[in-house]
Nanobody
Framework: QVQLVESGGGLVQAGDSLNVSCVVS????????LAWFRQAPGMEREFVAG????????RYADSVKGRFSIDRENGDNALYLQMNELTPEDTAIYYC??????????????WGQGTRVTVSA
Protein backbone atom coordinates (compact mmCIF):
# COMPACT_ATOMS: atom_id res chain seq x y z
CA GLN A 1 0.00 0.00 0.00
CA VAL A 2 1.42 3.33 -1.07
CA GLN A 3 1.35 6.07 1.53
CA LEU A 4 2.49 9.67 1.42
CA VAL A 5 2.29 11.41 4.78
CA GLU A 6 2.88 15.13 5.04
CA SER A 7 3.78 16.97 8.22
CA GLY A 8 5.06 20.31 9.40
CA GLY A 9 2.22 22.64 8.51
CA GLY A 10 0.93 25.23 10.90
CA LEU A 11 0.06 28.84 11.59
CA VAL A 12 2.81 31.39 11.04
CA GLN A 13 3.12 35.11 10.50
CA ALA A 14 4.01 36.85 7.28
CA GLY A 15 7.77 36.82 6.77
CA ASP A 16 8.26 33.62 8.74
CA SER A 17 9.74 30.36 7.48
CA LEU A 18 8.32 26.86 7.61
CA ASN A 19 9.54 23.45 6.52
CA VAL A 20 7.07 20.77 5.51
CA SER A 21 7.98 17.14 5.02
CA CYS A 22 6.56 14.10 3.31
CA VAL A 23 7.48 10.51 4.07
CA VAL A 24 6.69 7.96 1.40
CA SER A 25 6.24 4.21 1.74
CA UNK A 26 5.05 1.37 -0.44
CA UNK A 27 6.80 2.33 -3.67
CA UNK A 28 10.29 2.40 -5.14
CA UNK A 29 11.00 5.92 -3.95
CA UNK A 30 14.06 6.66 -6.06
CA UNK A 31 12.22 5.79 -9.27
CA UNK A 32 9.66 8.58 -8.95
CA UNK A 33 9.73 12.27 -9.49
CA LEU A 34 8.18 14.15 -6.59
CA ALA A 35 6.38 17.42 -6.23
CA TRP A 36 4.56 19.76 -3.91
CA PHE A 37 1.20 21.16 -4.90
CA ARG A 38 -1.08 23.43 -2.93
CA GLN A 39 -4.74 24.25 -2.88
CA ALA A 40 -6.17 27.41 -1.38
CA PRO A 41 -9.88 27.67 -0.45
CA GLY A 42 -12.00 28.00 -3.56
CA MET A 43 -9.02 27.57 -5.86
CA GLU A 44 -7.72 24.78 -8.03
CA ARG A 45 -4.75 22.72 -6.95
CA GLU A 46 -1.57 24.29 -8.29
CA PHE A 47 2.00 23.20 -8.78
CA VAL A 48 4.50 24.63 -6.29
CA ALA A 49 7.78 22.76 -6.81
CA GLY A 50 9.06 19.55 -8.33
CA UNK A 51 12.21 17.45 -8.21
CA UNK A 52 13.31 14.61 -10.44
CA UNK A 53 14.13 11.13 -9.26
CA UNK A 54 17.74 11.77 -8.30
CA UNK A 55 17.42 15.42 -7.29
CA UNK A 56 19.36 16.87 -10.19
CA UNK A 57 16.54 19.00 -11.58
CA UNK A 58 14.31 21.27 -9.52
CA ARG A 59 11.47 23.41 -10.82
CA TYR A 60 9.39 26.07 -9.12
CA ALA A 61 6.26 28.02 -9.76
CA ASP A 62 7.01 31.66 -10.46
CA SER A 63 5.10 32.67 -7.33
CA VAL A 64 7.53 30.85 -5.03
CA LYS A 65 10.79 31.06 -6.96
CA GLY A 66 13.56 32.41 -4.77
CA ARG A 67 11.58 31.81 -1.57
CA PHE A 68 10.87 28.07 -1.55
CA SER A 69 13.30 25.19 -1.89
CA ILE A 70 12.47 21.55 -2.60
CA ASP A 71 14.72 18.66 -1.67
CA ARG A 72 14.56 14.92 -1.33
CA GLU A 73 16.47 12.34 0.67
CA ASN A 74 16.22 9.02 -1.10
CA GLY A 75 17.80 7.15 1.78
CA ASP A 76 14.97 8.25 4.06
CA ASN A 77 12.15 8.16 1.48
CA ALA A 78 11.53 11.79 2.37
CA LEU A 79 10.61 14.94 0.50
CA TYR A 80 10.97 18.43 1.93
CA LEU A 81 9.81 21.93 1.14
CA GLN A 82 11.57 24.83 2.84
CA MET A 83 9.37 27.91 2.66
CA ASN A 84 10.84 31.32 3.44
CA GLU A 85 9.39 34.83 3.40
CA LEU A 86 5.89 33.47 3.65
CA THR A 87 2.98 35.70 2.72
CA PRO A 88 -0.78 35.33 3.30
CA GLU A 89 -1.04 34.31 -0.37
CA ASP A 90 0.86 31.13 0.52
CA THR A 91 -1.99 29.99 2.74
CA ALA A 92 -3.19 26.62 1.45
CA ILE A 93 -3.19 22.90 2.01
CA TYR A 94 0.12 21.55 0.77
CA TYR A 95 0.20 18.12 -0.86
CA CYS A 96 3.12 15.94 -1.84
CA UNK A 97 2.84 13.76 -4.90
CA UNK A 98 4.82 11.03 -6.64
CA UNK A 99 4.78 10.36 -10.37
CA UNK A 100 6.30 11.71 -13.56
CA UNK A 101 8.43 14.85 -13.64
CA UNK A 102 5.83 17.46 -14.50
CA UNK A 103 3.91 20.43 -13.15
CA UNK A 104 0.60 18.84 -14.14
CA UNK A 105 -1.52 17.16 -11.48
CA UNK A 106 -2.55 14.38 -13.85
CA UNK A 107 1.07 13.22 -14.18
CA UNK A 108 1.19 12.19 -10.53
CA UNK A 109 -0.21 8.83 -9.48
CA UNK A 110 0.10 9.04 -5.73
CA TRP A 111 -0.90 11.82 -3.33
CA GLY A 112 -0.76 12.56 0.34
CA GLN A 113 -3.62 13.87 2.45
CA GLY A 114 -2.06 17.31 2.78
CA THR A 115 -0.81 19.56 5.54
CA ARG A 116 -2.37 22.96 6.19
CA VAL A 117 -0.26 26.09 6.12
CA THR A 118 -1.81 29.34 7.29
CA VAL A 119 0.06 32.63 7.06
CA SER A 120 -1.36 35.58 8.95
CA ALA A 121 -0.73 39.17 7.90
Amino acid sequence: QVQLVESGGGLVQAGDSLNVSCVVSGLKFDQYALAWFRQAPGMEREFVAGIDWFGGNRRYADSVKGRFSIDRENGDNALYLQMNELTPEDTAIYYCAAGLDSDLTQRYDFWGQGTRVTVSA
